[in-house]
């Protein structure tokens, strides 16, 4: 049942993904390229044939009969984040009305929507992005093994990601959503179900990127709490350092903040305790805190990852924005990234790179 699902998604444009039971971790490596990508029918077949995972979807972008880039956007809402069913009433009627007072109350109704395991809902919608949106690029990199590894770039700088919306006291999210390049468990996964009669994801109604922003903000303007802010003040670094010679990790974490990776691969800010900048990994739970910021004899900064379920890095171990990179985007191949470093410098000061070899 979980294979004729993943295939109907796939024939409905959106990519299935396989999630591990029991730490809900998708099973491939590099699964956020099918936010760019759909796999292959065959690929789908192998991944479940198995079985016993659960049934995922990434929140993929792609262009539709209009012509225009869209993007499909899960909306969760999590009862867990709020204890008290009195301030989760209070929360629904203030976001029902900041709906109301801009013409979209019951939008998310008309909506492909899910309960899930933990009392929450789950809605998926469509965005269509404005229209000078360009698609995605998929950037292949040969490593020094011989092998050929992938990557992208969104295209749009504002494309929607995994944001949180609603945000409650301690900083956890009543409403957060998954964006490009998010993964979302989905029915039929075991303790789901289905709110929206015969229909599927395969029918989801689109919404104008007018319609959207509206809709964030309405949410936003409910929240009690702001999440502490980050520091981004950029570092001074004088580069090279003394003594260190320069190589494409050293320029690449000289130019680019742990922070901004962070972000960029779905972890959250969740405040400083004891001076240290702490950040929770992707689908983590409120209040909870799985790496810290460090800094490193240059200047420079680094994750101290704690958590031994935070994939693709590794407990105990601190990772550089060069290091960050490297495991997200290349599984763990930092001579396939100081390669992909080395042809973005070329691009970025010669609009080539041929001479790379």
Same mark, same amino acid.
């Given at each position: 049942?979980?294979?004729?699902?993943?295939?109907?998604? *796939?024939?409905?444009?959106?990519?299935?993904?396989?999630? @591990?039971?029991?730490?809900?971790?998708?099973?491939?490596?590099?699964?956020? =390229? =099918?936010?760019?990508? =759909?796999?292959?029918?065959?690929?789908?077949?192998?991944?479940?044939?198995?079985?016993?995972?659960? *049934?995922?979807?990434? #929140?993929?972008?792609?262009?539709?009969? !209009?012509?225009?880039?869209?993007?499909?956007?899960?909306? !969760?809402?999590?009862?867990?984040?709020?204890?008290? $069913?009195?301030? @989760?009433?209070?929360? !629904?009627?203030?976001?029902?009305?900041? =709906?109301?007072?801009?013409? *979209?109350?019951?939008?998310?109704?008309?909506?492909?929507?899910?309960?899930?395991?933990?009392? /929450?809902?789950?809605?998926?919608?469509?965005?269509?992005?404005?229209?000078?949106? $360009? %698609?995605?690029?998929?950037?292949?990199?040969?490593?020094?093994?011989?092998?050929?590894?992938? +990557?992208? +770039?969104?295209?749009?700088?504002?494309?929607?990601?995994?944001?949180?919306?609603?945000?409650?006291?301690? /900083?956890?999210?009543?409403?957060?959503?998954?964006? &490009?390049?998010?993964?979302?468990?989905?029915?039929?996964?075991?303790? &789901?179900?289905?709110?929206?009669?015969?229909?599927? @994801?395969?029918?989801?109604?689109?919404?104008?990127?007018?319609?959207?922003?509206?809709?964030?903000?309405?949410?936003?303007?409910?929240?009690?709490? +702001?999440? %502490?802010?980050?520091?981004?003040?950029?570092?001074?670094?004088?580069?090279?350092?003394?003594?260190?010679?320069?190589?494409?990790?050293?320029?690449?974490?000289?130019?680019?903040?742990?922070?901004?990776?962070?972000?960029?691969?779905?972890?959250?800010?969740?405040?400083?305790?004891?001076?240290?900048?702490?950040? #929770?990994?992707?689908? /983590?739970?409120?209040?909870?805190?799985?790496?810290?910021?460090?800094?490193?004899?240059? /200047?420079?900064?680094? *994750?101290? #990852? &704690?958590?031994?379920?935070?994939? %693709?890095?590794?407990?105990?171990?601190?990772?550089?924005?060069?290091?960050?990179?490297?495991?997200?985007?290349?599984?763990?191949?930092?001579?396939?990234?100081?390669?992909?470093?080395?042809?973005?410098?070329?691009?970025? $000061?010669?609009?080539?790179?041929?001479? @790379?070899?």
């Amino acid at each position: 049942m979980i294979a004729d699902y993943a295939l109907r998604a *796939l024939g409905a444009g959106i990519s299935p993904l396989p999630v @591990i039971a029991k730490d809900r971790r998708p099973l491939i490596q590099n699964w956020t =390229l =099918l936010a760019c990508e =759909l796999p292959t029918a065959q690929e789908v077949v192998a991944w479940f044939e198995r079985g016993g995972f659960e *049934l995922g979807v990434v #929140c993929r972008r792609g262009r539709r009969q !209009d012509q225009r880039e869209h993007q499909m956007v899960m909306v !969760d809402v999590d009862v867990k984040a709020v204890h008290d $069913q009195d301030e @989760i009433r209070r929360l !629904d009627d203030e976001i029902g009305s900041n =709906l109301s007072a801009v013409g *979209l109350r019951g939008i998310l109704g008309a909506c492909p929507k899910e309960r899930t395991a933990s009392g /929450g809902r789950h809605y998926y919608i469509d965005v269509a992005l404005p229209p000078e949106t $360009q %698609p995605p690029t998929i950037l292949e990199k040969l490593g020094a093994d011989g092998v050929l590894r992938r +990557t992208y +770039t969104p295209g749009f700088a504002d494309t929607p990601r995994n944001e949180k919306w609603t945000i409650v006291e301690g /900083g956890g999210a009543y409403v957060e959503t998954r964006g &490009f390049g998010g993964c979302a468990r989905i029915w039929p996964t075991l303790g &789901f179900r289905w709110l929206s009669g015969e229909g599927w @994801i395969d029918e989801i109604p689109s919404l104008s990127w007018e319609q959207f922003q509206t809709m964030r903000d309405a949410f936003r303007a409910a929240s009690p709490y +702001t999440l %502490p802010e980050r520091n981004r003040e950029a570092k001074t670094r004088a580069w090279p350092p003394p003594g260190m010679g320069d190589t494409p990790s050293r320029r690449y974490n000289s130019r680019v903040a742990v922070a901004d990776l962070l972000e960029r691969y779905g972890w959250s800010y969740a405040g400083s305790i004891s001076g240290k900048d702490r950040w #929770c990994k992707p689908g /983590g739970s409120p209040g909870e805190s799985h790496g810290s910021l460090l800094t490193a004899e240059d /200047g420079t900064d680094l *994750l101290h #990852c &704690f958590s031994t379920a935070a994939s %693709p890095l590794e407990a105990e171990r601190n990772y550089s924005a060069f290091g960050l990179r490297a495991a997200y985007e290349f599984d763990g191949d930092w001579a396939a990234c100081a390669r992909a470093t080395l042809v973005e410098e070329a691009e970025s $000061q010669h609009g080539r790179s041929e001479w @790379i070899a």
